[in-house]
């Protein structure tokens, strides 16, 4: 597989709604590469919310193997699930998900916390996933005090804290206006680039096309041609 960071095969999800059983994914296979910036563009209902987070480790494949990081994911093992979450993935939502209380500097150390990294380590770390965004100036700004696009910083300051080889993204811009959105795109291009993360981007967002290395559309649970 050589140094692909990122790897779906061959894989199916079905859910059980009642009595009836719905395929939203009909085996999907993709690669992504160090670096790599991945648009996946799909309408409503089309499995790319799915696939994204079954990529996270967030849901587990009906059939299919999953490898991040040169690791294959173990369903079976929900505690090394965890781990690789931790460990290999960063994770941006539409929603900022910060945590009103905390400042920046805070918001980002608690994850790292999570993460297992606590101390003066953590705050160090924090402190430079924050300057890496451009926001080592608001460290002690609780997100009240923030804007839209720094918000939306903070965020991604917390997934690339501790170094994450994959970088997934749900609609990361859809709050945010269309020149704050082109800015928030062009650092994540930037922070895929600088450090050989492969990051993909789930969107309705025409511009994401400008800053991905390849767009991948996804329809009615398989991958466009």
Avoid: W
């Amino acid at each position: 597989m050589g140094n692909t960071v990122l790897e779906v095969a061959e894989v199916v999800k079905t859910f059980e709604e009642g009595s009836q059983r719905v395929e939203v994914l009909k085996g999907v296979s993709m690669r992504v590469e160090p670096g790599e910036v991945v648009a996946l563009e799909g309408p409503s209902g089309s499995g790319k919310t799915t696939l994204l987070s079954i990529m996270g480790c967030i849901l587990t494949p009906t059939s299919g193997r999953v490898t991040v990081a040169g690791e294959e994911a173990r369903p079976d093992r929900p505690e090394s699930l965890r781990e690789m979450r931790r460990r290999s993935i960063g994770f941006v939502f539409q929603q900022f998900n910060l945590f009103p209380a905390l400042t920046a500097h805070e918001n980002v150390e608690y994850a790292l916390n999570v993460k297992g990294l606590r101390g003066r380590a953590a705050e160090e770390e924090s402190r430079r996933a924050l300057e890496k965004v451009g926001l080592g100036d608001r460290l002690s700004f609780l997100p009240r005090d923030l804007s839209g696009g720094q918000k939306q910083r903070v965020a991604i300051a917390r997934a690339i804290a501790g170094s994450p080889r994959v970088l997934l993204a749900d609609e990361p811009t859809a709050n945010l206006d269309s020149a704050v959105g082109t800015e928030v795109l062009g650092l994540f291009r930037e922070l895929a680039k600088s450090e050989g993360r492969g990051l993909v981007i789930v969107t309705h967002d025409s511009k994401v096309r400008a800053v991905a290395d390849r767009v991948v559309g996804i329809r009615d649970g398989r991958l466009a041609a």
